[in-house]
């Protein structure tokens, strides 16, 4: 959600009152509730302008919905069972709901990155990744950090080479946890984990980290590092994204977070930045960049891996496409 729709979301919720607005907290996600709580901290006061526009808005797009199922998932694994053998019936209504409980993970989500550290360490590597595949990318890149090189680069090859989640290893994770929950007796192991993934977190790491991760498995498993490096989409590759991606890309971005962003660029990517602004945006944000003082690289790959989140998400909704980190096909 962009600032815009956070700060109407925030709105909305102050003047549904704090019971209704705990109602709706209780069907958020960590991160949504994390996002929109930090936008009503930061509210002091609305304009009487805004609040009737953001009423406004809601009363229009609530009056174009209709709840047809109260349980949808519910709903679908009835109709599957009637329509379908069982067998046939939970089969399909694992790999769409990827049925399991997995309530103790998800769990998890409302927990900082040091304490679930904290808790894993200890564990084997292949329980931790197992754990970590059910993370966004980005919490589970944070838990990463906080494990020493040598557990981190073992957890990297499991979760690289994991291509699912067996009942029997949920079931392993409840007894670790006491949070966890096994599969059932029709449970089918869900699509989790792979090289995929673990470029994801790599991402997510900073670069002396990804050197590090990359060196290490490629030790181990040479194809399975390639493997890895083709998923990696860094900022650099950002200049293989087309124009139409990169103009979509840019509408999201604060100006102060782009130039920060941009001091760790290569100049072939800041002029495609500049070609696809208007003259005067480029102009200014030229000046931006030539009058900005050293900035820390740490502080380069911050705003540099918030903006890649960004490109993630537009990429999911279709927006843009990005290629490769390692060859020319579309990933």
Excluded: C
């Excluded at 650099?236 to 760790?264: C, N, T, Y």
């Excluded at 696809?276 to 891996?305: F, H, I, W």
């Excluded at 903006?307 to 927006?319: S, Y």
């Amino acid at each position: 959600m962009d600032e815009a729709g956070l700060e109407d979301s925030a709105i909305l919720l102050m003047s549904l009152g704090e019971e209704e607005a705990a109602n709706v907290f209780r069907h958020l996600s960590p991160r949504e509730v994390q996002s929109l709580g930090e936008t009503i901290a930061r509210m002091t006061s609305v304009s009487k302008d805004r609040l009737d526009g953001v009423l406004e808005k809601f009363s229009t797009i609530a009056g174009t919905q209709s709840s047809l199922v109260a349980d949808t998932g519910g709903y679908v694994r009835n109709v599957l069972k009637k329509a379908l053998d069982e067998d046939k019936a939970n089969l399909l209504i694992d790999r769409i709901l990827q049925s399991g409980d997995i309530s103790g993970i998800e769990g998890l989500k409302w927990m900082d990155a040091g304490s679930i550290g904290e808790m894993l360490r200890h564990e084997h590597p292949q329980i931790v990744a197992a754990v970590l595949v059910h993370l966004d990318s980005d919490q589970a890149a944070a838990v990463l950090k906080t494990f020493a090189e040598r557990q981190r680069n073992e957890v990297l090859v499991r979760i690289a080479t994991l291509d699912g989640i067996q009942p029997s290893a949920l079931k392993d994770l409840n007894e670790v946890m006491s949070k966890m929950l096994a599969g059932g007796e029709q449970a089918r192991k869900a699509p989790l984990g792979g090289v995929k993934t673990a470029a994801e977190m790599i991402n997510l790491m900073g670069t002396s980290i990804e050197t590090a991760a990359l060196d290490y498995i490629r030790e181990a498993d040479n194809d399975l590092a390639q493997s890895i490096m083709d998923n990696l989409f860094t900022f650099d590759d950002l200049d293989r994204v087309d124009d139409k991606g990169l103009q979509a890309l840019l509408k999201e971005v604060q100006s102060e977070s782009l130039v920060i962003a941009l001091k760790g660029a290569k100049p072939e990517l800041r002029e495609r930045i500049f070609k696809n602004m208007s003259t005067r945006a480029a102009e200014t944000l030229r000046e931006e960049l030539d009058s900005r003082g050293p900035v820390r690289v740490a502080e380069v790959e911050a705003e540099q891996k918030e903006l890649l989140k960004v490109v993630r998400r537009l990429a999911e909704e279709g927006q843009l496409v990005l290629g490769g980190g390692g060859g020319d096909d579309f990933v």
